[in-house]
């Protein structure tokens, strides 16, 4: 399987086609965005079409659930509802490009329910327990940090998820560890807690999201053009002996570069 991906995010490659250049003629494997607006207009002839043009240039991918305004664990029955009916639309997409990954967002909302995480943890597994079930031999589920600055209200979250789960596929669903979210949104720079998140996260982890930034927000830079402690990162991947995947976020063509030389440059972790 490769090691890594790069994002792509399918309404903006929609309307700029030389965005799927890179991933089709290129051959860079690709994360593929489902943001709500593109399921809104497309159909699943349009992703056939894709799917069967990313299979015929053996360019292997991954999917980004939608996650605009989702709350799989809110207290409101209504908006639980719609966060599930939405994500099991998706997923019936997601399983059109053959993904070896899923990954969505944990999305705790610590200032909705700091008081109340374990029920809200309950009810998040609750949601993402009956869409899974939707896709018998889904891919790995993963989830990530966002706006969380507690690592363990994410791998708790994972945790609950499990427990909802058969035996046979809890392992199948894990975390996936946005660098970028945890630098700026978490205050990974003022807190300097990156062993706190790697150890909540070591039993879970199956993924990265890599991008850098200055902490001050999140500025999806490419490794290197910002100030994210990427040498830490690995060391610390390695001294606990977790080798997960991979996604690469840039939002410009130079942070796409970057992303590029860095996987270079991290051929023991990435593969030659």
Known sequence: MSRYFVNCNLRVARREPRLLHRHLVDGVPAELGLDPLLLDATDAAFHRELARLFADAGVPVTVHLPFFDLQ???????????????????????????????????????FLYIRSFPD???????????????????PPLCLENTHETDPQTVSGTIAALRER??????????????????YSFAEGKKR?????????LAPYLLHLHLHDNDGSFDQHLGPGQGEIPF?????????????PTATFEPHTPEAFEAALAFVKAKGEFFGR
């Open 72 to 110: 799989p664990g809110s207290a409101d029955a209504r908006i639980r509802a719609a966060s599930r009916d939405r994500l099991l639309g998706a997923m019936e997409t997601a399983a059109i490009y053959a993904p070896r990954r899923m990954i969505g967002h944990a999305a705790y909302d610590r």
């Open 120 to 138: 809200w943890a309950q009810r998040s597994a609750d949601t993402w327990a009956a869409v899974l079930a939707a896709w018998p031999g889904h």
């Open 165 to 182: 789960l058969p035996a046979e596929e809890t392992e199948i669903v894990g975390a996936c560890f946005d660098v970028g979210h945890w």
């Open 192 to 200: 300097d807690n990156l062993d706190a998140w790697l150890d909540a």
């Open 231 to 243: 040498e830490a990162i690995f060391a610390g991947l390695a001294a606990r002996q977790l080798t």
